[in-house]
């Protein structure tokens, strides 16, 4: 079964800094992957998905991330950081097959924004 | 107006209470999706149904039930809430690319 693991719990930039979450999974194949960000009382919000192709991607609100299919990983990344910015954010992965269209979800990493 | 809506959005109950949680979306897709939320466990799937006649099992079902009642709507239950079922709930759902689009949670505490 498809895993998906970030290792960094809780992580604190200063506004203006550059930031980067990572993000690593577990899957034979291919898989789907994508960022979610969650405000404080809110839903999850889609940032940005992978499927094939190019494999750095962009999303929304200055955020990429880049598929390494050597490394397993899919980190996001943003050059400058705004307060705006934090909040909890899940990497998740869709394997194929019999699972099509079920999310595995990371545990999450809290983005704390210092001014 | 959202595309996917919960009711209640906040809700405390008291153990052994039957509690539902109802979920509507208005994105026309088949696919519908039950999520909690626990701190530091990220999102773990307790239900899926991939069309009205369709429902699974995800990886913690033990004390939920769910209905899909129409395409549009899906509703979780608890048939005998006990505390450990407090968390946050999520439904979502989905189109044919596989991203899913998440409602806003209902916060459940049960005493």
């Not at chain 1, 969650?38 to 962009?58: C, E, I, N």
């Not at chain 1, 394997?95 to 079920?102: E, I, L, M, N, V």
């Not at chain 2, 505390?83 to 439904?91: D, G, I, K, V």
């Amino acid at each position: 079964a498809q895993s998906v693991t970030q290792p960094d719990i809780h992580i604190t930039v200063s506004e203006g800094a550059s930031l980067e979450l990572r993000c690593n999974y577990s899957y034979g194949a291919t898989p789907y992957l994508f960022w979610y960000v969650q405000s404080p009382g809110q839903g999850l919000q889609l940032l940005l998905k992978y499927f094939s192709g190019d494999t750095l991607v962009q999303g929304i609100k200055g955020f990429e991330a880049e598929f390494k299919r050597s490394q397993s990983s899919f980190n996001l990344r943003k050059p400058s950081v705004h307060w705006s910015d934090a909040a909890e954010y899940f990497c998740a992965v869709i394997a194929g097959g019999t699972s099509y269209g079920k999310l595995t979800f990371g545990q999450g990493t809290i983005l704390t924004v210092h001014p | 107006d959202a595309d996917v809506t919960q009711t209640p959005r906040n809700r405390i109950t008291k153990t052994g209470k039957r509690i539902m949680l109802e979920c509507s979306q208005t994105k026309g897709h088949d696919r519908m999706y039950w999520y909690r939320q626990d701190p530091g466990l990220g999102l773990r799937l307790i239900y899926y149904s991939f069309d009205v006649k369709d429902i699974n099992k995800g990886e913690i079902s033990d004390g939920y039930s769910v209905s899909r009642q129409a395409q549009a709507k899906f509703s979780l239950s608890l048939e005998s809430a006990i505390p450990n079922q407090t968390a946050l709930y999520f439904c979502a759902t989905s189109g044919p690319g596989g991203e899913q689009y998440f409602g806003p949670g209902t916060r459940l505490t049960v005493t």
